[in-house]
C-alpha cells in the first residue's frame, strides 16, 4: 500500500505511519513531522521524462527546469500546457486510447504508436517544423544552435543572455504543435508554423501593453517576429 502518492491522509494511513500511537493522541504538528521524514519520491513528471528521452551526461537541474517551464514564461495558457505536456496529460493518441475515448492508439498521420514523444518530435511534419525552429533561433538569437529534442525538456542551458529567449521560443514551438493538432484534422508545417506565428504575435502584443516591467526584450522580439514571418512566407 503506497502512501506517498496520496493528496490526503486518512486516520488509517498515519496508523499505517506509525501504529504505536493512537491517532487521537497525536498532534498536528507530530504527524507532519513523521511525514517529513518519510522518503520523498520523484514526481511522476521526472520518472516519465527520464524514461522517455534519455538525458546527458550532464546533471539534470529540475529546479530550474521547473522555473523555466512554469515561473518564467508569464503567460497563464503556455503554464498549463507546459505543465501536461511534462506530466503526460495531453491528449494523445496513446491516452486517448488509455481514457477509453479512441478505438486504437495510432497516430492519425502516420499510422505509427502516437506517443508524446512521437507527437512533438517524431512526426514527419513536425520534424520539418523543428527545422524551421532551429533556422529561427540561429538568424536571430544563436548561429551555432543545433535543436534536439533533449531542449524541449530538460531546457537549453547555453550562452547565459541568450537561454531565456530560447527556452521560451521552444516552449512557443511545442504549444504551437499541440494547438496545430487538436484544431486541424491533418497538420502541416504551415499550419503549425501559422500558430507559431500567431503566439509569438500575442505574447508581443502583450508585452508592449504592460505598464509594469517587461518580461522579454520588446526590440529582439519584433526581430524574432518578423524573422520567424519572413522565413514562413518563402
Known amino acids: 500500500f503506497d502512501i506517498y502518492r496520496q493528496k490526503h491522509l486518512t486516520y488509517s494511513n498515519v496508523l499505517l505511519i506509525r501504529n504505536v500511537i493512537q491517532v487521537d493522541c497525536m498532534s498536528a ?5 513523521e511525514l517529513v521524514k518519510l522518503k520523498q519520491l520523484p514526481s511522476r513528471a521526472i520518472e516519465f521524462w527520464s524514461n522517455t528521452l534519455p538525458e546527458t551526461d550532464e546533471p539534470v537541474k529540475w529546479s530550474y527546469i521547473w522555473l523555466c517551464k512554469l515561473k518564467h514564461v508569464k503567460d497563464n495558457a503556455l503554464i498549463q ?16 486510447y488509455k481514457w477509453k475515448l479512441k478505438d486504437n492508439d495510432l497516430c492519425k498521420y502516420c499510422h505509427q504508436t502516437g506517443n508524446i514523444k512521437h507527437l512533438f518530435f517524431q512526426c514527419k511534419e513536425v520534424q520539418l ?8 533561433i540561429r538568424n536571430t538569437l544563436c548561429r551555432d544552435f543545433k535543436f534536439v529534442p533533449l531542449y524541449a525538456v530538460y531546457t537549453y542551458q547555453g550562452e547565459i543572455e ?19 493538432n487538436i484544431i486541424h484534422d491533418i497538420i502541416t508545417l504551415r499550419r503549425i508554423t501559422q500558430h507559431f506565428i500567431y503566439l509569438l504575435k500575442s505574447r508581443l502584443t502583450i508585452e508592449n501593453n504592460r505598464t509594469c516591467k517587461r518580461d522579454i526584450d520588446i526590440d529582439k522580439w519584433k526581430q524574432m517576429c518578423h524573422k520567424v514571418k519572413e522565413m514562413h512566407s518563402l
Open 162 to 180: 541568450k537561454t531565456t529567449d530560447i527556452n521560451l521560443f521552444i516552449n512557443y514551438a511545442l504549444y504551437a504543435i499541440y494547438k496545430a
Open 81 to 96: 500546457f507546459n505543465f501536461k505536456f511534462m506530466y503526460n496529460i495531453l491528449p494523445t493518441a496513446i491516452n486517448l
Open 29 to 33: 504538528k507530530q504527524i507532519y513531522m
Open 129 to 136: 517544423f523543428w527545422k524551421f525552429v532551429e533556422g529561427s
